[in-house]
């Protein structure tokens, strides 16, 4: 998994990139951010790359990063123009998913590996609060913004999981509007001292930084209001 995630992170900082980092860059992130976070693009030909770095095929399969088609050949699995987020564990690759950058079809939006879904960290230190949000674009806005930020990605919490986040000196609360029904049962997962962030004027966290409403100080603020 490393080594596709650097393969792909190579790949987002090359000519053949150009399309992911337009669409990183109108997520409103940095270069700094989009390099520190790993950030990368897939061209399709990971199944190349691997094979030549002697990589076993069977290996990859396992890993969820190729499938084989029906002819025997191998596949990526995630395709080309997708861009992709390495999500870390004890600062080593766990996972990796990726969201098109080429197309809003929600059928075509997200790609991810052939594996168990992880959480996506975005981490500073483990020495200030957290943020818990649900996609790993809210993740990349909060890191950006100076927070720690951990994604759900559609997961449920397990006890591992929680037990981390229980970890930080505080546990912050912000699912999307959309996704309000899930609050009780994550916040009932993460304990009874995690707080609940209402009130963002948006889709969510990123797309409120994208229209420039959102700000590191106005999350402050609503994070002062927490309950």
Same mark, same amino acid.
């Given at each position: 998994?490393?080594?596709?995630?650097?393969?792909?992170?190579?790949?987002?900082?090359?000519?053949?990139?150009?399309?992911?980092?337009?669409?990183?860059?109108?997520?409103?992130?940095?270069?700094?951010?989009?390099?520190?976070?790993?950030?990368?693009?897939?061209?399709?030909?990971?199944?190349?790359?691997?094979?030549?770095?002697?990589?076993?095929?069977?290996?990859?399969?396992?890993?969820?990063?190729?499938?084989?088609?029906?002819?025997?050949?191998?596949?990526?699995?995630?395709?080309?123009?997708?861009?992709?987020?390495?999500?870390?564990?004890?600062?080593?690759?766990?996972?990796?998913?990726?969201?098109?950058?080429?197309?809003?079809?929600?059928?075509?939006?997200?790609? $991810?590996?052939?594996?168990?879904?992880?959480?996506?960290?975005?981490?500073? $230190?483990?020495?200030?609060?957290?943020?818990?949000?649900?996609?790993?674009?809210?993740?990349?806005?909060?890191?950006?913004?100076?927070?720690?930020?951990?994604?759900?990605?559609?997961?449920?919490?397990?006890?591992?999981?929680?037990?981390?986040?229980?970890?930080?000196?505080?546990?912050?609360?912000?699912?999307?509007?959309?996704?309000?029904?899930?609050?009780?049962?994550?916040?009932?997962?993460?304990?009874?001292?995690?707080?609940?962030?209402?009130?963002?004027?948006?889709?969510?966290?990123?797309?409120?930084?994208?229209?420039?409403?959102?700000?590191?100080?106005?999350?402050?603020?609503?994070?002062?209001?927490?309950?």
């Amino acid at each position: 998994l490393t080594l596709a995630a650097r393969y792909y992170a190579r790949l987002l900082r090359s000519p053949a990139g150009e399309p992911g980092m337009a669409y990183a860059r109108n997520r409103g992130w940095t270069d700094e951010t989009i390099k520190q976070l790993g950030l990368g693009y897939s061209d399709g030909h990971l199944a190349e790359h691997l094979q030549e770095e002697d990589v076993s095929a069977e290996i990859a399969i396992k890993a969820g990063l190729l499938s084989r088609r029906d002819d025997g050949t191998l596949a990526d699995v995630i395709p080309a123009g997708y861009l992709v987020y390495p999500h870390h564990r004890d600062k080593v690759v766990a996972y990796l998913s990726a969201r098109a950058a080429f197309t809003g079809d929600k059928e075509k939006k997200a790609r $991810n590996l052939k594996a168990p879904k992880q959480l996506y960290w975005a981490l500073h $230190n483990r020495n200030t609060p957290l943020t818990v949000v649900e996609g790993q674009a809210c993740a990349n806005t909060v890191w950006q913004w100076g927070h720690n930020a951990a994604a759900l990605c559609g997961t449920h919490l397990s006890e591992e999981d929680a037990e981390a986040m229980q970890a930080f000196p505080a546990v912050y609360l912000a699912l999307d509007p959309d996704a309000e029904e899930r609050i009780p049962t994550v916040a009932g997962e993460l304990g009874p001292l995690t707080m609940i962030i209402g009130g963002i004027p948006a889709r969510d966290i990123n797309d409120w930084h994208v229209q420039k409403e959102g700000t590191p100080e106005k999350l402050d603020e609503l994070r002062a209001k927490a309950k």
